[in-house]
């Protein structure tokens, strides 16, 4: 397959063979670990995949995104995304979607549903959450973090929960360019107490956050709350530069679109070099169901999810009737590369399908796989597609006579030979799953065959006539 070599690759691919990019490989010096581990007695996260924070902090490394989800299922998807079956110990949400007290109360459901059914006395429960860009300031942004402490009472102070909260900075400013964002609306809707503890932020956007920043280090620094970490979100290269230049304490995670994977490296090479966790966020959005604008790219995620499947089911870890996604895959990939994914999901069966379970039982990708899926998500990001497609190899033999095979379009109806395949011979042909061919036995159409492609993509199947 003929490839692009942009700046994903120096993020992601872990090469087997040279590449002509200009920049080294960055994802060459990250070891891909993320795999879970045998439960001890002081390991509240047992069988999760995990990543260590500069501060030495365990995270989960499989989330669920809650931002702004229907506040009517929050509690629910929350309690069965701890059941054991899904295993998730890391939720996302922000201050700002004024729902964190809906997030405790299902972490607390979750966590007495399990000491119920499996004895579990305590589970260990990751919640990042964000302050919102009007409460930037130092006064402003403390107020804002204890509100969200205080709506998380519920999980801080119940037996049977060891909530760790990741606190960050959801914006470094109100952009007056991002349609949005209202700047002065936002201002002058907040209540009076907000207004009083501080500055307008919008009006000094280039020191507001540092002021914030400040407030973090206070709460950091305070083993009174349950902050196990701070960072920031949706900031610049720039911005990072310059909170690096004034931190006592600098950022242990940085939450960014998938977006920034391919368009913003140097960002992603900053944290990297500094020893900073990656959590991405927008990923089905952002990727996955972008599968119209790159079908090329789209198939060869799913040739690789239908060889894992393969491995894993001859592995035992999958039943017959099981197979890998390409949502799946892609974010396997993250994780094997250490980097959080926070999917969001409302509905129970696609909760198990990228749970923390689910993803930990996938094998560690090949180098190949890793480049085709790196490939694959470039190409689905920027809505450039791969130059050739994945495809089922299909071999006709005609084994008593000449047939004369055509491929059918079922949604129009119409028909387009492919080829005469005379007695004795076989002719090879790239299909897709579904696809469906009629074969004749003469040029007149006497007796006609139907056939439908029921082979996965990358696999080769053999038909005789």
Known sequence: VIMRCSSILLLIVVASAPWNCLSENLFNRISRFATGKKKSDDDLLGGVPTATLSNGVKMPLVGLGVGNMIPDVIPAIISHGLRADKNIRLIDTSNVSSNEMLVAQGIVEGAEYLEQVSGEEKAEVHVITKIWYTHLGYNRTLMAAQASLDALTLAINHPNVELKVHVMLHWPRCYDNIPWMNCELEEESLPAYIKNAGPPPHLDKENAWKESWKALETLAADDSNPIASIGVSNFHLSDLEELEGVAKI????????????????????????????????????????????????????????????????????????????????????????????????????????????????????NDKQVQTIAHSVEALISGE????????????????????????????????????IEKGSSFDESSHPGHVYRVYDSEEKENMEVLTVNGKYGEHTHIEL
């Not at 001859?314 to 009737?321: A, F, I, M, T, Y």
């Not at 597609?385 to 119409?414: M, N």
Request: hydrophobic letters at 45%; charged letters at 20%; a negative charge.
């Open 250 to 365: 600098k950022p242990q995670v940085v939450e960014t679109n998938a977006w920034s994977l391919l368009y913003d490296p140097l960002l992603i090479e900053f944290c990297h070099k500094r020893g900073v966790h990656l959590v991405a966020y927008h990923l089905m959005d952002g990727i996955i169901h972008k599968a119209d604008a790159a079908p090329f790219a789209y198939h060869h995620l799913l040739l690789v999810a239908n060889d894992m499947t393969k491995i894993m089911r001859s592995r035992g870890l999958l039943e017959q009737d099981e197979e890998l996604t390409a949502a799946q895959v892609v974010l396997a990939w993250l994780v094997q590369h250490s980097i959080s994914v926070i999917p969001r999901t409302t509905d129970l069966y696609h909760l198990k399908e990228n749970s923390a379970s689910s993803i930990a039982k996938i094998p560690i990708m």
């Open 385 to 420: 597609d791969l130059t050739e497609d994945a495809f089922v190899k299909l071999t006709f033999h005609a084994k008593s006579k000449d047939v004369y095979l055509y491929w059918h379009d079922p949604e129009y109806g119409g028909e387009i030979q492919v080829a005469k």
